[in-house]
């Protein structure tokens, strides 16, 4: 895409602005999520700029109509929360992460922009780049786990995928990354909950995925609700005016998330609208979503004398720059007969089983119960998710059809010769019991080879505002879980979920736990495919699974304290139940011969580190071999251990690969007391391993 400091964008830019009168310029700046006859209104004279919650190419053909005939033409910016694939509706984006497979995640992204651009959507509200530690947060779905190197890198590869605008016959596609910034921190893990966290931790942890998606060129981002050290994100210059605008270089519109400039009144900031207005605008938020604030107010607050018209201007500026970037003015409309030949094609569904398949993680594995064999004679399929055919869709599938969903049981059958008995009993609702259930789900499960068991959360127990106190399978499924336990009838489990739960019950008494996430369209197809064999589960957890909800957080990359080898807790292990990185595979990865090319390097010079992985199994598969590095003595307090680099592989039986990495003075810096980024000499320890607690390691020393 082009760059929004071309000269051609720039002149043309303020061009248009000359031509403004104040209301127009003012209605730029308004963003509504309704469309009635007042809006519609307000249109046609020129006083709304944007629109979200409206799709379909004939609607917004319509609504952009007017806004091309108003006194002053100037196209609409059309939004939409895009998360997780449009009508193809892809995993969860903290699923697809444990793919760790940049190429796919671009490609699903792609397909999403793609399909939503056939339906006049120009603007996507994602990919949500928050760092997130906390799993009783209902947001984790949305983002790529607990990692910055690893959340940077996906940040690249969404936001690269969303903005391809493979054409040129429609206005392009922008991606929105949010929440900047620190909205993963909430405290408690509750959503909207005020955030507290140093200028390093800000800069270190949740900066960096933001820096790299302005690096892929995001014309736009969208600031958070929540208070982040004493000033909510839709008024804080210091992170909107300093470190967006002034230290990375942004050129682009800031959006309000939906009515957070209002929502200053209740952070209690701002006594009223007009003061809200005033204090984002000031800020550096340019767009106002849904909260009427800005139309409302911005007039009064310049005739006033409060508000510098200029601030207004360069509002208006960059809202018209990336309208002409997004090539708006030339292909205004979109042609009506594009989503039939686009959404749901085949190349998109097919795209998304190779998503959901990769997702999958493959938890626990005793006495190698799974993969099953096909030719079994009867198998059990139990649980209130097995048969499901909307929860599957998570959380932020808004254009997802439930019709779509291909459930576990649909997905099973497919797989299994038509004279395979395969019954069903649901056994329980998600939250409550069904009378009669365990006891049905019990004789199903006596009478047949196997048993699939699918339990989980509903879609709506993660997402946005909702929280959960306790992040274990809820209290109904447990009950049907330790029935069918007490009975010792081998469990296959799967797990249908928008966060990382407390499983530590189930990792000693249940033999085979699979994490399916919610996979979305091929949810069924995809688990079916991993139960039977037909695909070797390689995916690799981005988030830790917590013992208990009183370790939260509990992460990878921690800091040492100055007593690391004191007992943490009383009465759980310190160490995550499965940590970042965790995964297991049908088959047997062996680390062996880690080397170095040389022991002492350079501040400037480049580290090749290599080490050899063979399959000793008997069938192929996936390995994704991750670097860690340690910084051993610094300036700054530095983790225990953190990501720098990973590869997938794929190996035959019998078949050895060497993995290479490069180590650049970008991996062993941070920032000093002032802030500055500089590599220190010193000795630094580095792992190349299948996840964040194994590895092969050697020393290795900065000079």
Same mark, same amino acid.
Not at 19 to 36: A, C
Not at 47 to 65: P, R, T, Y
Not at 210 to 224: H, N, P, Q, R, V
């Given at each position: 895409?082009?760059?929004?400091?071309?000269?051609?964008?720039?002149?043309?830019?303020?061009?248009?602005?000359?031509?403004?009168?104040?209301?127009?310029?003012?209605?730029?700046?308004?963003?509504?999520?309704?469309?009635?006859?007042?809006?519609?209104?307000?249109?046609?004279?020129?006083?709304?700029?944007?629109?979200?919650?409206?799709?379909?190419?004939?609607?917004?053909?319509?609504?952009?109509? =007017?806004?091309?005939?108003?006194?002053?033409?100037?196209?609409?910016?059309?939004?939409?929360?895009?998360?997780?694939?449009?009508?193809?509706?892809?995993?969860?984006? +903290?699923?697809?992460?444990?793919?760790?497979?940049?190429?796919?995640?671009?490609?699903?992204?792609?397909?999403?922009?793609?399909?939503?651009? /056939?339906?006049?959507?120009?603007?996507?509200?994602?990919?949500?780049?928050?760092? /997130?530690?906390?799993?009783?947060?209902?947001?984790?779905?949305?983002?790529?786990?607990?990692?910055?190197?690893?959340?940077?890198?996906?940040?690249?590869?969404?936001?690269?995928?969303?903005?391809?605008? =493979?054409?040129?016959?429609?206005?392009?596609?922008?991606?929105?990354?949010?929440?900047?910034?620190?909205?993963?921190?909430?405290?408690?893990?509750?959503?909207?909950?005020?955030?507290?966290?140093?200028?390093?931790?800000?800069?270190?942890?949740?900066?960096?995925?933001?820096?790299?998606?302005?690096?892929?060129?995001?014309?736009?981002?969208?600031?958070?609700?929540?208070? +982040?050290?004493?000033?909510?994100?839709?008024?804080?210059?210091?992170?909107?005016?300093?470190?967006?605008?002034?230290?990375?270089?942004?050129?682009?519109?800031?959006? @309000?998330?939906?009515?957070?400039?209002?929502?200053?009144?209740?952070?209690?900031?701002?006594?009223?609208?007009?003061?809200?207005?005033?204090?984002?605008?000031?800020?550096?938020?340019?767009?106002?979503?849904?909260?009427?604030?800005?139309?409302?107010?911005?007039?009064?607050?310049?005739?006033?004398?409060?508000?510098?018209?200029?601030?207004?201007?360069?509002?208006?500026?960059?809202?018209?720059?990336?309208?002409?970037?997004?090539?708006?003015?030339?292909?205004?409309?979109?042609?009506?007969?594009?989503?039939?030949?686009?959404?749901?094609?085949?190349?998109?569904?097919?795209?998304?089983?190779?998503?959901?398949?990769?997702?999958?993680?493959?938890?626990?594995?005793?006495?190698?119960?799974?993969?099953?064999?096909?030719?079994?004679?009867?198998?059990?399929?139990?649980?209130?998710?097995?048969?499901?055919?909307?929860?599957?869709?998570?959380?932020?599938?808004?254009?997802?059809?439930?019709?779509?969903?291909?459930?576990?049981?649909?997905?099973?059958?497919?797989? +299994?010769?038509?004279?395979?008995?395969?019954?069903?009993?649901?056994?329980?609702?998600?939250?409550?019991?069904?009378?009669?259930?365990?006891?049905?789900?019990?004789?199903?499960?006596?009478?047949?080879?196997?048993?699939?068991?699918?339990?989980?959360? @509903?879609?709506?127990?993660?997402?946005?505002?909702?929280?959960?106190?306790?992040?274990?399978?809820?209290?109904?499924?447990?009950?049907?879980?330790?029935?069918?336990?007490?009975?010792?009838?081998?469990?296959?489990?799967?797990?249908?979920?928008?966060?990382?739960?407390?499983? /530590?019950?189930?990792?000693?008494?249940?033999?085979?736990?699979?994490?399916?996430?919610?996979?979305?369209?091929?949810?069924?197809?995809?688990?079916?495919?991993?139960?039977?064999?037909?695909?070797?589960?390689?995916?690799?957890?981005?988030? @830790?699974?917590?013992?208990?909800?009183?370790?939260?957080?509990?992460?990878?990359?921690?800091?040492?304290?100055?007593?690391?080898?004191?007992? =943490?807790?009383?009465?759980?292990?310190?160490?995550?139940?499965?940590?970042?990185?965790?995964?297991?595979?049908?088959?047997?990865?062996?680390?062996?011969?880690?080397?170095?090319?040389?022991?002492?390097?350079?501040?400037?010079?480049?580290?090749?580190?290599?080490?050899?992985?063979?399959?000793?199994?008997?069938?192929?598969?996936?390995?994704?071999?991750?670097?860690?590095?340690?910084?051993?003595?610094?300036?700054?307090?530095?983790?225990?251990?953190?990501?720098?680099?990973? =590869?997938?592989?794929?190996?035959?039986?019998?078949?050895?690969?060497?993995?290479?990495?490069?180590? /650049?003075?970008?991996?062993?810096?941070?920032?000093?007391?002032?802030?500055?980024?500089?590599?220190?000499?010193?000795?630094?320890?580095?792992?190349?391993?299948?996840? @964040?607690?194994?590895?092969?390691?050697?020393?290795?020393?900065?000079?």
């Amino acid at each position: 895409m082009v760059s929004l400091k071309e000269e051609n964008i720039c002149k043309e830019a303020k061009m248009l602005l000359e031509n403004m009168t104040l209301e127009e310029k003012i209605g730029q700046l308004v963003q509504y999520g309704r469309l009635k006859e007042a809006e519609l209104q307000k249109l046609e004279a020129g006083k709304i700029g944007s629109f979200l919650n409206v799709a379909g190419a004939d609607k917004v053909n319509k609504l952009q109509e =007017k806004a091309m005939k108003s006194k002053n033409p100037i196209p609409l910016i059309i939004g939409d929360d895009v998360i997780h694939g449009y009508k193809t509706i892809f995993p969860i984006p +903290l699923g697809e992460s444990c793919s760790w497979d940049l190429k796919l995640i671009e490609e699903t992204s792609e397909i999403a922009a793609e399909e939503a651009s /056939t339906e006049g959507i120009n603007c996507i509200f994602a990919p949500m780049i928050d760092i /997130t530690r906390d799993p009783r947060w209902g947001r984790v779905a949305e983002g790529t786990g607990e990692d910055v190197f690893l959340a940077s890198q996906i940040a690249r590869a969404k936001i690269r995928g969303i903005q391809s605008n =493979k054409w040129n016959d429609r206005p392009y596609v922008t991606a929105c990354p949010k929440h900047f910034i620190a909205y993963g921190a909430a405290e408690g893990g509750r959503d909207y909950s005020a955030v507290d966290v140093s200028e390093r931790c800000l800069r270190e942890t949740y900066l960096p995925p933001f820096t790299a998606a302005l690096d892929e060129g995001a014309y736009t981002i969208m600031c958070s609700f929540n208070d +982040l050290n004493g000033i909510p994100s839709s008024a804080n210059k210091f992170i909107l005016r300093k470190i967006l605008r002034q230290e990375l270089g942004f050129e682009g519109l800031v959006i @309000s998330d939906w009515e957070s400039i209002e929502e200053l009144i209740y952070h209690g900031i701002a006594k009223d609208k007009k003061e809200a207005s005033l204090k984002s605008i000031e800020a550096g938020v340019d767009i106002d979503m849904h909260s009427g604030s800005y139309e409302e107010h911005i007039h009064a607050l310049i005739d006033e004398g409060k508000l510098d018209k200029e601030l207004l201007d360069e509002a208006v500026l960059r809202i018209l720059k990336v309208k002409i970037a997004l090539n708006l003015f030339n292909n205004t409309y979109t042609d009506t007969s594009l989503s039939k030949k686009v959404i749901r094609s085949t190349k998109n569904v097919e795209k998304a089983l190779e998503a959901a398949r990769k997702s999958i993680v493959l938890l626990k594995n005793k006495d190698c119960l799974l993969p099953l064999n096909k030719n079994i004679k009867s198998i059990g399929v139990i649980g209130p998710l097995a048969e499901d055919k909307v929860n599957p869709l998570g959380c932020w599938a808004l254009k997802g059809e439930p019709k779509q969903v291909t459930t576990v049981l649909e997905g099973i059958k497919h797989k +299994l010769k038509s004279e395979t008995a395969v019954y069903y009993e649901k056994g329980c609702n998600i939250n409550s019991d069904l009378e009669g259930g365990i006891d049905r789900a019990l004789e199903l499960a006596k009478k047949v080879e196997k048993v699939v068991l699918v339990l989980g959360e @509903s879609s709506d127990m993660s997402g946005e505002n909702h929280n959960r106190a306790y992040i274990g399978i809820p209290e109904a499924q447990k009950k049907l879980l330790k029935a069918l336990h007490s009975e010792n009838i081998p469990v296959v489990l799967v797990l249908m979920n928008g966060r990382p739960l407390t499983l /530590t019950w189930e990792e000693e008494n249940i033999p085979a736990i699979i994490e399916a996430w919610h996979l979305g369209d091929e949810s069924g197809n995809a688990i079916a495919d991993v139960i039977f064999g037909d695909y070797n589960p390689s995916g690799k957890l981005t988030m @830790s699974f917590p013992r208990c909800e009183g370790q939260i957080p509990v992460y990878y990359n921690k800091k040492n304290t100055g007593r690391p080898n004191f007992k =943490k807790y009383l009465d759980v292990e310190e160490t995550p139940l499965y940590p970042f990185g965790y995964g297991l595979s049908y088959t047997q990865f062996n680390y062996k011969n880690i080397k170095l090319s040389s022991k002492k390097i350079k501040q400037d010079e480049k580290l090749t580190i290599t080490a050899e992985i063979e399959n000793v199994g008997k069938i192929a598969g996936d390995e994704i071999v991750q670097l860690y590095i340690r910084d051993m003595v610094a300036s700054i307090t530095r983790p225990i251990k953190e990501l720098k680099g990973f =590869k997938r592989v794929h190996l035959d039986p019998g078949e050895c690969k060497e993995i290479k990495f490069e180590i /650049t003075a970008k991996e062993l810096g941070f920032y000093d007391e002032y802030f500055n980024f500089v590599v220190e000499k010193g000795d630094f320890k580095v792992w190349i391993g299948p996840n @964040s607690i194994q590895g092969l390691k050697e020393n290795f020393e900065v000079i």
